[in-house]
């Protein structure tokens, strides 16, 4: 079916791409927290660094972008793929970065991010056997929210289908329903008609009245 059929979205990634490109401006900061092979790293390029000199690269603090994934050969592609379809300064604003989401750069001061997104599971195409953890995917949202700035969003995608993706996606439901609802504002997409399909968490951090 193509996606012409379907009024509003097809697909959970469709829906979650929706939510960035309301919400990243020109400047903002952001996180990818995996990487893969650099498709959701390349369009949070186009949206932070829409325009060729709409930043002033010496003034702004960078890098905009950080992107993170614990494989090497996926981080590679990512490269690959953004030189071949970003320019220059776009590139310049990504800082890619081989380690655990577990923990985020030191650096990154709280409440300072615009959008932190996570795109779970296994790289496709790559090693089924090294997908994202329930265990450190957990330590990773306790990380990131400090991080988000008033108004700013967490995007998880996550995918039931495999083993670990459904434990995931059971302990992600679990853990974010029980965030404080005065500071977050969360909801939980999901397909309620196709077994064991992509779903979507997405955390809004509530602007101050
Ligand atoms: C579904 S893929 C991401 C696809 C990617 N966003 C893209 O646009 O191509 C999931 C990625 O998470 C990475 N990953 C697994 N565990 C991780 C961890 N603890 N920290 C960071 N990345 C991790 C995998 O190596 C894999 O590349």
Redesign the pocket.
């Known amino acids: 079916m193509t996606r012409d059929a379907f009024p509003l979205f097809q697909s959970h990634l469709d829906l979650v791409q929706h939510y960035w490109e309301r919400i990243i401006q020109k400047g903002d900061f952001v996180i990818?927290?995996?990487?893969?092979?650099?498709?959701?790293?390349?369009?949070l390029a186009k949206l932070v660094v829409p325009k060729v000199g709409c930043l002033d690269i010496h003034k702004s603090r960078y890098p905009l972008i950080h992107s993170?994934?614990?494989?090497k050969d996926?981080l590679e592609s990512?490269q690959t793929y953004a030189l071949s379809t970003l320019t220059t300064e776009q590139i310049q604003a990504i800082r890619w970065i081989q380690?655990?989401?577990?923990a985020f750069p030191e650096e990154i001061p709280p409440q300072s991010v615009k959008a932190i997104?996570?795109?779970?599971?296994?790289?496709?195409g790559?090693?089924k056997a090294?997908?994202?953890?329930t265990e450190?995917?957990l330590q990773?949202i306790e990380a990131a929210l400090p991080l988000l700035k008033e108004g700013g969003i967490i995007t998880l995608?996550s995918?039931p289908g495999h083993a670990e993706g459904a434990l995931e996606s059971k302990a992600l439901l679990e853990r974010l329903a029980s965030l404080d609802p005065k500071r977050w504002n969360i909801c939980h997409h999901r397909w309620i008609n196709r077994t064991a399909a992509p779903e979507l968490f997405l955390i809004q951090h509530q602007l101050r009245a």
């Open positions: 990818d927290a995996t990487c893969g092979n650099g498709k959701d790293t390349v369009r993170i994934d614990v494989q996926a990512a380690g655990s989401h577990a997104i996570y795109n779970l599971g296994y790289l496709p790559g090693n090294i997908t994202t953890q450190s995917t990773s995608t995918y």
